[in-house]
């Protein structure tokens, strides 16, 4: 085995109505530097992971181990270095990019050479749900969902806005946040609830993006449910809006919150909002083109 890297972006899961289902890859990295060793070696150089340098404990090296046994193979002892511009547990799909890095880690090390369609589906049975996993491997902007154990997903072209990120100090695990929600919608609720997803998915393709912003703050699948934990839910989203923001969600299960403002506007949004929200990291950030990637000669 020669060294190598792996580099897999963050993601932005839901955007309002698009629960368990839509996701934007975004440009902010979990990186692991992988070399092949004679013992287990695990080195973290960011606030943003957890304190596990315990190769048994550690959940990357669980989910590359598990992968390569269901593959009858053992994963080899390497020495690795891991760096991460992503917040844990602020909704920013921290943990699916941590499966999505345990699978590339295992299907480099076992030569497993598995197609991408694997990889999501193994990555949707660990994480629950293909949202962020989906962008997290693929890139861009996903539309997915599990039908009869198939990952299914479409991607649409990139909307032309820009996305800030109001990322709070405190974080929220996502098992939390999906506690509050409820077991069973009627069947009107159901149907609203997706035409309102429906209407946002259309409106984004059409490049509509006044009324891409209406249906995202619409949502009635989850956000009715977690605003409570979020904090400053309503400040943001009616603050954004006046500062023209075209829409103001959830990101993922929060309590990170998301907006898509208009091109121009997306420094002078964030100018206001360091003040407004001065305890916060508000960020200007783009979407990821690229997915997971190995990086020879690391
Ligand atoms: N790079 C990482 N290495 C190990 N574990 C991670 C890593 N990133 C995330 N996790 C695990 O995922 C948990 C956060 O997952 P979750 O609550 O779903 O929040 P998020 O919105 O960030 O995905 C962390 O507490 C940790 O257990
Ligand atoms: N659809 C999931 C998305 C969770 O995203 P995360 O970034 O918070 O892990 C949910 O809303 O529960």
Redesign the pocket.
Known sequence: MKSFGIRVPASSANIGPGFDSMGLALNLY?TLKVSPSDKWEITQHSPN??E?TDYDN???IQVARSVAANWNQELPACSIT?E?E?????????????IV?GIELADQACNLNLTQEQKLEIGTEIEGHPD?VAPALVGGFIISTVVNDDVDWASLQDPDLEVILYIPGSDL???EARSVLPENYTREHAASASAISNVLIASLAAGDYSLAGKMMEQDVFHEPYRASMIPNYHDIRREAKQQGAYGTVIS??GPTMMSFVPKDKGQMIVAHFQEFLPDYQVVLLQADHTGSSIISNF
Do not use: C, D, F, V
């Open positions: 979990l992971l957890p596990q550690h959940y990357i891991i991460s992503i917040p844990l547990a602020r909704g920013l799909g921290s943990s699916a990019s941590a890095a962020n695990k996502t098992e993922g299960a």
